[in-house]
């Protein structure tokens, strides 16, 4: 089984259903209206566990109802959130999405006590860290800490997953250095390297221009279309499960979450693990809300 250690975002996710998305200076009704667990950082923590991993958290929500409602819901998983602070006069993380009858998306975050982890907060769950098989993070949180936490596991030789979302133009060299692997999305991919991917080269491109960064691993998702990797000179595309998408929040962070549970630290199991991320993901996908859709083992095996 093994071990998982995400550091980042916690937020209540207001979803609001509308037949299409409003253009600027719009007003429609909506159709249906819920909230929910989210973040990716949570996401991405729920995933790993419902696939069994030993899973802990380091994150921060504010004195609040919503960080005690996030902090519960993610308790009552099993995950271990000794590394969760609960700050005073800060706000919990929310996230407000939109989703239409495409199943598109669109998602405002207003950031709250997730941007107020801290470095010295990674350094009091160092040894938690050290005992993980990999840490995943992503950019809804305080950047030096995700760096000081990704430092530590180096040292440990813990394997380090970054999810370079949502997109930052310049991300510190710091952090690319101690990355091992990098899971962007197609967009994220453009912002990151400037380069479109929309074929193989493209995507070998792009792939060659983290390799250069030092990052061992490059993992692009493709959407309906799978996943694209490249590590150690094998690459190729694991397509997705062909199914109807309604609401495709937290695909990605599904597909990170389930896929450190199987995936082995020398990454040599790679293309199994994304079939595993791509099926669970594909679960999530045909469900709304964030936490809500995300998949347990026993519906993916
Ligand atoms: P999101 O931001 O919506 O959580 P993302 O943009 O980070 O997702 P995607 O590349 O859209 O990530 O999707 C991640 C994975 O989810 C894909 O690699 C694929 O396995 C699965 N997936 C996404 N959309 C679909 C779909 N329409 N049908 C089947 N699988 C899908
Ligand atoms: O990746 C999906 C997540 O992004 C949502 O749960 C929302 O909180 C936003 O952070």
Known sequence: MNHVTVIGSINLDTTLRVQHMPKPGETIHAKEHFTAGGGKGANQAVAAKRSDAETYFIGAVGNDAAGSMMT?????????????????????????????????????????????????????????????????????SAINSTIEAFKIAREANVRTILNPAPALKDVPSELLAVTDMIVPNETETEILTGIKVVDDQSLEKAANYFHDLGIEAVLITLGSKGAFYHVNGHSGIVPAYRVKAVDTTAAGDTFIGALSSVLTKDFSNLEEAIRYGNRASSLTVQRFGAQPSIPFKQELI
């Not at 993610?74 to 006069?89: F, K, P």
């Not at 975050?109 to 938690?128: E, L, M, R």
């Open 72 to 140: 519960d819901l993610l308790s009552q998983e099993g995950i271990d959130i000794s590394g969760v602070v609960t700050l005073d006069r800060k706000s919990t993380g929310q996230a407000f999405i939109t989703v239409d009858d495409e199943g598109e998306n669109s998602i405002t975050i207003f950031s709250g006590a997730n941007n107020d982890i801290t470095p010295s907060q990674a350094q009091s769950f160092k040894a938690v860290i050290e005992k993980s098989d990999f840490i995943i993070a992503q950019f809804e």
